[in-house]
Structure formats: structure tokens, C-alpha cells
């Protein structure tokens, strides 16, 4: 595959749909942000401490203008950045981190974007992973979960439930190769499955398969990946995720298990936690994770959270 013909295809749809009509076109833009905050207390590896934590609080500004008069081409952006909203910086003394942070355009043949954004790969884990953030979060355990750089990305639309996206990193080394991820994905509202591959995507090959039932408060879900070193080591580790919430008013209980030899041999990670809504913006939880692995490594977190999204 070549990041070139990727780039020709495409050019060729998008020229096909423009209009140089002088009228004057909808431009919208949305500024949105979360904010997240836990009081926890955090045991890692005999390591007591109390601690006030960000968790992935974001702000960012997202938009679209229609290209011609029949709206059926749009340009399309993002900028999305991590704040620090409990010291102002994170371990490396940053007050601001990026995160998907894009441009494309996006029409009735599907959307193409370049910039920093998730993988099709990273992308398939939709809702399975309950706690996403915090200290319980798969990427803890699995190498799939990649916010990749130098990234080329088209998705195409949904049709009778099925939707796919193919990707091309950029190494932008000459004697690094280019990675490339690819999924496709069903969802009907109750079913979701979806499967993806990663190819020397941060010098890995990675398989994911991800599925989730959902009948009214309940969803159930479930994440299967392997991972392999793409030069010079043959042996493959895996992966294994359930996860399951129940809804019931405005309380939602969740549970998560993991088991993994990818980030570390004997991996197990188990998380369990309850949300409440007060708003349909606002929400308080509480939360307790357990990590551990065969090399003696155990810590645990615990806490309660805020969290307001607007």
C-alpha cells in the first residue's frame, strides 16, 4: 500500500464534488471541553499517597463550512488539547498536551482528515472500556491505544449498519517504514462488532476484535487483541477484556477485567465504579482499581470524582 495512491484517490473525489458557485456558505464552530477530577488515594508498588487528579480534562474547538451550495462537500477541523486543571502541568511540565487535532473535508463518500488522531484500531474499542482515563484504563494493558502523529485517515460513511477506516502513518524517517491501520465495524444500536489490524503502527502489528450488547440499562462488552513486535521477535503476547454496565435511572454500576501479557508478563487489572448524574453535563463517581502482574508489581487506586462537560 502507498500513502501516494491513497492521496490521488481521494483528491480525484473531492475535486469531483467541489463548486465554485459565488454564494455565501454556512460556516459553524463549537468551542467544548471537559473537565475531571478525582480525590484519590493511590498505591503504587508500596507507594502510599493521597493525590487530586486530572483525568484527560480536555478543551477544544471543532467545526465545519460547506464547500458548495447542495452541502455535500464540508470542510472539517479540530483542536483538542489536555489541560492540567490540578497543578497546571503533567510529569513532563507541560500545561497544555495535543490531542486529536485535525483538518479534512468530508462528503457523501466519507470523511478524510490529516493531523494527530486515533487510530481506526484505537477507534474500535468504542464504549467497551468503562473507565477510560482513569487509572483502570486499558491502555494500561494493551498497545492498540494509539493517538498517532503524521496521520492520514479516511472513514467511510455507514451503510446498512457497516462503516470501515483505513489510515497511513507517516514515519517521516527515511529507514523508518510508514504504519498503517485498518478496520470495519458493525453497530445497530444493540450489537457492535468490530475488527481491526495494525501494521508497524509505533513498531507493532496488532490484531483487535471488540463487541457489545446492549438491551435497555445493560451492556455487556467484551475486547480480544494480539500484539507482535514488527522486526525481529516472532512470538505474539495477548490480550483478553470484559467489561459491563448497568444503567438504571440516573446510576450507572460498572465493572471491568483485564488480562494481559503485552505491557508486562501476568497482567490482570480489574476496576469497579458507579456513576451519578446530577445534569446531563455533570456527573459525580466513584471508582476502585486493582493492577497486578507475575513480576510482583501490585497497586491499587481509589476515589471519588467530578465531572462537567460543556
Known sequence: MNAKLITTAFAG???????????????????????????QSSDENNNDKTELRSNASRIGLKGHAA?????????????????QTD????????????????????????????????????????EIDLF??????IKTLLQGEVRADNIVMYQ???????????????????????????????????????ASYD???????????????RFGGLSLGALWEEAELSEGVSNSEDAYLLSTAYTWDKTTFKAQWGESDIRSEG???????VDYKLAESTKVFAFYTDLEDDLDNESSWGGIGLEHSF
Open 13 to 39: 473525489l473531492v475535486i469531483s464534488s467541489l463548486s465554485v458557485a459565488e454564494v455565501t456558505l454556512p460556516v459553524e464552530a463549537e468551542l467544548y471541553g471537559k473537565i475531571n477530577v478525582s480525590l
Open 67 to 83: 464547500l458548495n451550495e447542495s452541502h455535500s462537500l464540508n470542510a472539517i477541523y479540530q483542536i483538542e488539547y489536555e489541560v
Open 87 to 126: 497543578d497546571g502541568d503533567d510529569d513532563n511540565d507541560r500545561t497544555l498536551t495535543q490531542r486529536n487535532t485535525y483538518v479534512g473535508l468530508a462528503g457523501n463518500w466519507g470523511t478524510i482528515i490529516g493531523g494527530k488522531h486515533d487510530t481506526p484500531t484505537k477507534l474500535i474499542q468504542k
Open 132 to 137: 477510560s482515563d482513569l487509572n483502570g484504563d
Open 156 to 194: 467511510t460513511p455507514t451503510i446498512a449498519s457497516l462503516s470501515g477506516a483505513i489510515a497511513v502513518v507517516a514515519s517521516e524517517q527515511d529507514d523508518v517504514d510508514d504504519g498503517y491501520s485498518g478496520s470495519l465495524a458493525y453497530d445497530d444500536g444493540s450489537i457492535y462488532f468490530g
Open 199 to 213: 501494521y508497524e503502527v509505533e513498531g507493532y502489528d496488532v490484531t483487535r476484535v471488540a463487541g457489545q450488547y
Open 267 to 273: 497482567a490482570e487489572n480489574y476496576s469497579l465504579g
